[in-house]
């Protein structure tokens, strides 16, 4: 019998602590130690942080001036070379959209993905389906991922009626398909779209970085 499908945040692709708190400094023109870790406080612990600016201050990086910390102008125009098309984005935008394109293991400056993942229900199926370890092929949609999830549950609860497949797409999700996907998320949903955002969308993603 196969098992419930499990997410595993270590299916992510891991974001070096310094990489966030020099694009967060650098959108934020500096920050005090205090304001630092409690921007990052979703994505990074306190020690982590404390790390970070340890070895970017050791490397010349970054520099307290006031009690505020700051990134010098070399390394800021590094980070903006490095966020690439989304140099010019504020903070929230790289949140929303390149830090979870990079921790999904996908290049946020492919046109492709970008057009792929404009969908903000698009971007958190993907983020479930990296979480639970669906096959590449899956991640191409919401549908797809909503639809093999499904088919792995009952799969998982009744083989010998289901057999290994394969499954076609579920294009119009019922009662059955939501009340499977809540029970996964451990929520009471109304509608699949409630219950995918039930798996943790971007949290999820951001609990692993």
Known sequence: MDSLPRSEL???????????????????????????????????????????????????????????????????????????????????????????????????????????????????ALIVGVAYGLPKESLRSAKAVRSELVWRVLRAAMPEIMGRGPFHSIDKPNAIDIKILSGLAGVRAKTIDQATTAFGGEDTWRARN
Not at 11 to 19: S, Y
Request: some cysteine; hydrophobic content about 35%.
């Open 10 to 124: 270590t299916r992510f692709t891991p974001i070096e602590p310094t990489v966030m708190v020099q694009a967060y400094l650098a959108k934020s023109r500096g920050q005090s130690l205090g304001k630092l870790k409690r921007g990052l406080k979703s994505l990074l612990d306190a020690e982590e942080i404390d790390r970070a600016v340890e070895k970017l201050t050791a490397s010349g990086t970054v520099f307290e001036e006031r009690n505020y910390l700051r990134i010098t102008k070399e390394s800021e125009h590094c980070v903006r070379k490095s966020l690439g098309r989304d140099a010019e984005q504020p903070w929230k935008k790289l949140l929303a959209f390149r830090f979870p394109a990079l921790a999904l293991g996908l290049d946020p400056d492919e046109p492709t993905v970008r057009r792929g993942l404009r969908s903000r229900g698009t971007l958190q």
